[in-house]
């Protein structure tokens, strides 16, 4: 049996083949161009790198992206928890419709969004009237933004949350039955822990997709420097102003945090899967 | 994403509360979702019959649009295909194998959703650029990746590989080897095992993941955005025209394009609703 | 012959899931491999099927070698736990789907088709849908599908787990029928001993891994050859027995005699136990007094529990920890006719007689840890190597204070260090059959040395290694030495007397271990041998006590103290008895 960095001890056939093009793929689709950013961006000097990266209007770019994303993800935490218990736990007409909903903003392509939302909150459009009355102005600020990531991060959020709703409603059923516990108790004993990992783990996609949201967010944000420019449109600036340089540090650098957040919500699914042993699947 | 895992049973309820607190629940729900979701629907179909019906299809018959729609089913047309391929394979390697680095697999393949649409773009332009890597090598031939539709194919092959397999990869986790097992001992082959033993498994998850990789394919805006080069008429495709003709305040015909990829999405979650109420009857 | 192993062996992640098994099963017979969970046979079926690869060893089907073909191409039948009908094909696909993939013609496979449906009685059933039928039907039909191809071996991996009682029943008999009828060389996996009596043309008992013991089930029943066999099939009172020239004696007042017993490990079936008001009624050997303690179930067939006087019959198993050395629990059943003969309640005092016994054939009975004093007895019984030896082999460390008139039966052990060679002598000289010298802070070894001082010793010393070594898991070496100077006609002979152990160690008695050819002054060889390993242990087998060299044995004993030395005393070992 010949041991070794790849052992195969099912006799399943098509491990070579299937392993060796999925392989190839990822190679050629994932790793090769990621390997041109991060050479390119070795290609500058510390200093030249430090100097992009700490240019003011590129802070400022980062505090909308990351703060925005944030935002939004916590908005979308609290009121996707709500819309995932209804949806788990209540009948309602409808109920079915809203749960395919959900799935929309995953579908619908970031620019149909985009436009969508700046027509519905621009002071001239449905809510931006209403909203202007009230003294608030969404378009063409950075709460424009935040509208804009609520949106694209909801699924993730809800649905991470559904199916480890479903699972506590089993245990639910059952905690109540045999020991007539109270509804806070069952709530805050049984509730919050299955569900509190899923909705970290939502959380953090919503929040590492904010971060990098583009289409939804350049129609409703107005793009103004410093004050509602994201970092990934100052990107592209930089490259249709053939500054590849800075559109390569500014890339790496977004391409990091990517990573980080990859590596958060592997931690987060981890920590989640700890307590289970056989929960369900 | 959980996807097809995700299954929707409102079941027999233990009262965690009032009547009225749940009343208040679902008000806060649907009104959240109301304003999110259905308004902007709502707006999109609003500001494309602005102008009236006429209007609305006379839209469709500008040449740079059309234009933009065959390339968007192009560009479909191939990147599907590969990413069903590559789905296939690598959930087959995943599911079926014990593998070291299986993890570092599944976390590249998870790459695309925690990645900027504009890093896609930005990354091709990295290799294939005229400063790229491959700059020089293609200047030599004449032939162009970057703002060309080659490009725009693989920044899309890049964003949305990750869907069919994703959507494999958990289902034939959960179904096991033991029906391709039992196939083998019978005498079957790969192929054989495959087609007829494990694709009929698989075949709703399989459709899923497909529909959804063609509606994110159809609708990539930012990565196609970087790599493009915005040539009208050659390197647009829908989203792209879309962006183009709102710049130029024709809101009508950008919101027309806009409503037949609304359209594209609404059938998209039809289809996958109908595909689950299908696999769970199946199953039961 | 249908199937063969040889020397199989599976490892996963370092340890053996399946550990040297050998077997053979004659064409049309029914082998059930049974055990425990975790004991490897289902992982044994499969790489029969080549469902999974083996590591070492080989597999022959019919006589063919197929250790490296491919699971497709071994032509077996084979039926999973849990079906794994495929399940968007009807049955009848199903059913036809080895001979679509042979390229059968529809009208032929048709036509077999019908025919498996009749012999598993579900005719009618070709259009159905596998979630359409119960679990027994599931089974059935994964039965005719794994025979659609006419396999010559038929391998099934508890078929009957996922299934509830009388259906388990029903498509027992439906299956051994089947196979009656086809003649079919099958191999079925289970952990229900009752099955395997049910369906069995012969039993193969897997435990850890290892092949303990095959044969056919009433004599696996009666003769059992391992403590684990006669446990797992069917209950079993363990006893430690003393062999006397009449008999088994079950008395621990050892009455002195000339000399020191033989204890042997003896098997007392619940069934064969008889209860009478006194020693004077019981009509088979009068085993002791004891006290009925529990009556469990009362019906067609009564068990109870007896719990022995003190001075009653000791358990072979080892003690649990703080419990005061009460006399034995015995496990007794007792048919109708027996509960009117003798009606007997909870806290009934009554006598004990044994109807049949069986000795096992186990050369380590129990170990007795001696010492002079109270404390030193407690560290030595304390101490890893015997504890960890009386865990692993279920078997019983008793402690003496003092050295008494004679040595204690079954296996004493003596702390090394200074004055070890002395003790060693005298339990030796005072009727030891064996004695095992432990260090205070010794492990169980990995590396086992083995050696004797003469062809009589070996017989003697072989067959206490293999039942050491089935227990742990080291490596054993076989050490033949012979002086410096020797003619080379000699080195060839004893080359081949070494061949010769290692094949009847193999065969007789199951020990695969290697032989080495030395040539020097023995104690030096031996000290070398030891110092070379950590964890390295010795069995030496000596001939009589009458011509041991003591001082040559004192020095060895001396010379390494932190290694541990069973001694085999050839002449008191005797071969095992047949009861």
Excluded at chain 1, 247 to 262: K, N, Q, R, Y
Excluded at chain 3, 329 to 354: C, H, I, K, N, Y
């Amino acid at each position: 049996m010949a041991p070794g960095w790849f052992r195969n001890p099912s006799i399943l056939p098509g491990f070579g083949l299937t392993l060796g093009f999925t392989v190839f793929f990822l190679s050629g689709i994932v790793l090769l161009p990621l390997a041109a950013l991060v050479f390119k961006t070795a290609s500058l000097t510390w200093e030249q790198f430090f100097a992009i990266l700490t240019d003011p209007r590129a802070v400022a770019s980062y505090r909308l992206s990351f703060g925005a994303a944030l935002l939004a993800a916590a908005i979308n935490a609290v009121f996707g928890f709500i819309v995932a218990w209804a949806l788990v736990r209540y009948e309602f007409p409808g109920r079915r419709l809203v749960d395919a909903l959900i799935d929309l903003p995953f579908a619908l392509p970031t620019a149909v969004s985009g436009i969508a939302l700046a027509t519905v909150f621009a002071p001239t459009g449905w809510l931006g009237l209403k909203l202007a009355a009230t003294g608030v102005q969404v378009a063409y600020t950075w709460l424009g933004v935040v509208v804009a990531l609520i949106l694209i991060g909801l699924p993730f959020v809800v649905r991470s949350v559904q199916p480890a709703l479903v699972e506590a409603q089993r245990d639910l059923e059952e905690a109540a039955e045999t020991l007539g516990a109270g509804p806070f108790h069952i709530f805050r004993r049984i509730i919050l822990p299955a569900v509190f990992p899923a909705l970290l783990t939502g959380f953090t996609m919503a929040l590492a997709r904010g971060i990098g949201e583009y289409g939804s967010v350049v129609f409703i944000s107005g793009n103004l420097p410093f004050k509602t420019e994201i970092t990934p449109l100052l990107i592209v600036i930089k490259l249709e102003q053939f500054d590849y340089n800075g559109a390569a540090a500014l890339g790496f650098i977004m391409l990091v945090m990517s990573f980080v957040m990859l590596f958060a919500i592997n931690l987060v699914q981890a920590w989640g899967r700890r307590g289970q042993v056989t929960a369900g699947r | 994403m959980a996807g097809m895992s995700a299954r929707v049973e409102a079941r027999r309820n233990v009262s965690l509360g009032t009547r009225a607190g749940r009343g208040l629940l679902i008000f806060i729900a649907i009104a959240f979702l109301a304003l999110l979701l259905i308004a902007p629907l709502g707006a999109v179909l609003a500001q494309a019959f602005d102008k009236g019906y006429e209007t609305y299809l006379q839209s469709f018959t500008d040449r740079d649009t059309l234009a933009a729609v065959r390339l968007t089913l192009l560009t479909a047309a191939i990147v599907v295909p590969a990413n069903t391929i590559f789905g296939i394979c690598a959930a087959w390697a995943i599911a079926k194998f014990e593998f070291r680095g299986k993890s570092l697999l599944i976390t590249l393949i998870d790459l695309p959703f925690a990645v900027s649409p504009v890093i896609a773009g930005l990354v091709l332009i990295m290799l294939f650029g005229v400063r790229g890597w491959f700059g020089e090598w293609l200047q030599d031939r004449d032939m162009a990746i970057v703002f060309a539709v080659p490009g725009i194919v693989l920044a899309t092959i890049f964003v949305t590989f990750p869907y069919v397999a994703r959507e494999l990869i958990p289902l034939m986790q959960q179904q096991g080897s033991e029906e391709e097992e039992a196939a083998i001992t019978l005498g079957a082959g790969a192929w054989v095992t495959f087609l007829r033993v494990t694709l009929p498994k698989i075949r709703w998850g399989l459709l899923y993941g497909v529909i959804l990789c063609n509606a994110r394919a159809m609708g990539e805006f930012g990565a196609v955005s970087v790599v493009s080069g915005h040539i009208r008429g050659m390197t647009t495709t829908m989203p792209l025209q879309v962006e183009i003709l709102y710049n130029e305040y024709n809101f009508v015909a950008a919101f027309a394009v806009a409503s037949l990829l609304a359209l594209l999405a609404i059938v998209t979650l039809v289809i996958k609703t109908l595909v689950e109420w299908r696999a769970d009857r199946r199953t039961g | 012959m249908s199937i063969a192993l040889d020397q199989v062996t599976k490892r996963y992640q370092a340890v053996p899931v399946v550990n040297d098994v050998s077997l053979k099963v004659e064409q049309g017979e029914f082998l059930v491999l049974l055990g425990p969970s975790g004991s490897g046979k289902s992982t044994l079926l499969r790489a029969i099927a080549g469902l999974t690869e083996i590591d070492h060893g080989r597999v022959f089907l019919h006589g063919r070698d197929v250790t490296h073909v491919s699971a497709r191409d071994r032509h077996v039948g084979f039926v999973f736990q849990h079906y794994a009908l495929f399940r968007h094909m009807s049955i009848g696909d199903n059913i036809e789907f080895a001979l679509r993939v042979r390229k059968v013609k529809a009208a032929e496979r048709r036509a077999r088709r019908k025919e498996l449906l009749k012999l598993v009685a579900l005719e009618g059933m070709d259009d159905r849908l596998p979630t359409q039928l119960s679990g027994g039907q599931q089974q059935r039909i994964a039965v005719a599908r794994a025979l659609a191809h006419r396999p010559q071996v038929l391998l099934m991996d508890e078929p009957f787990g996922a299934l509830d009682a009388k259906i388990r029943e029903e498509l027992r008999r439906t299956i051994r029928q089947i196979q009656r009828e086809l003649g079919m060389t099958t191999i079925l996996v289970t952990h229900d001993q009752e099955e395997a009596f049910a369906l069995a043309d012969r039993i193969g008992v897997m435990h850890q891994g290892r092949l303990l013991e095959c044969g056919r089930p009433d004599d696996l029943y009666t003769r059992p050859q391992t403590r684990f066999v006669s446990t797992f099939l069917g209950a079993a009172n363990l006893l430690l027995g003393y062999r006397m020239p009449n008999g088994v004696r079950f008395s621990s007042q050892v009455t002195t005699g000339e000399a020191v017993p033989r204890e042997v490990v003896a098997v007392l079936r619940p069934e064969e136990v008889e209860l009478s008001s006194g020693q004077a009624q019981v009509r088979s050997n009068f085993v002791g007094h004891g006290e009925v303690e529990e009556v469990l179930f009362s019906g067609a067939v009564e068990r109870l529990r007896v719990r022995m006087s003190g001075d009653g019959p000791v358990p072979a198993a080892p003690g649990r920890e703080g419990q005061p050395e009460a006399g034995s629990l015995l496990e007794v059943s007792r048919t109708l006719p027996e509960q009117r003969d003798f009606p007997v309640a909870a806290g009934q005092r009554v006598a004990v007689g044994a109807r049949r016994v069986h000795v096992l054939p186990t050369p380590i009975s129990s170990f007795t840890a001696v010492a002079d004093t109270e404390s030193a007895a407690r560290v030595l019984h304390d101490s890893p190597l015997l504890s960890a030896l009386g865990a692993r082999m279920q078997t019983r460390v008793a402690t003496r204070i003092g050295r008494g008139e004679l040595a204690p039966p079954g296996m004493p052990a003596v702390a090394t260090g200074p004055g070890s060679a002395q003790a060693a002598e005298w339990q030796l000289r005072h009727g030891a059959a064996q004695l095992l010298c432990v260090p205070s802070t010794a492990p169980l070894p990995s590396h086992v040395i083995i050696h004797a001082l003469d062809a009589g010793a070996r017989r003697a010393a072989v067959p206490v290694a293999a039942s050491l070594l089935r227990h742990i898991a080291a490596e054993a070496v076989y050490l033949g030495i012979h002086p410096a100077v020797s003619p080379e006609n000699d080195r060839a002979a004893y080359m081949r007397d070494l061949l010769d152990t290692r094949s009847a160690a193999l065969a007789e008695h199951g020990l695969d271990m290697r032989t080495e050819l030395r040539f020097g002054d023995v104690a030096e060889e031996l000290q070398r041998e030891l110092a070379a390993h950590g964890n390295s242990m010795l069995i030496l087998g000596t001939p009589d006590s009458d011509h041991i060299d003591w001082a040559w044995l004192g020095g060895l004993l001396e010379g390494q103290p932190e290694r541990p030395v069973l001694i085999v005393n050839a002449a008191r070992a005797d071969r095992a008895p047949e009861h």
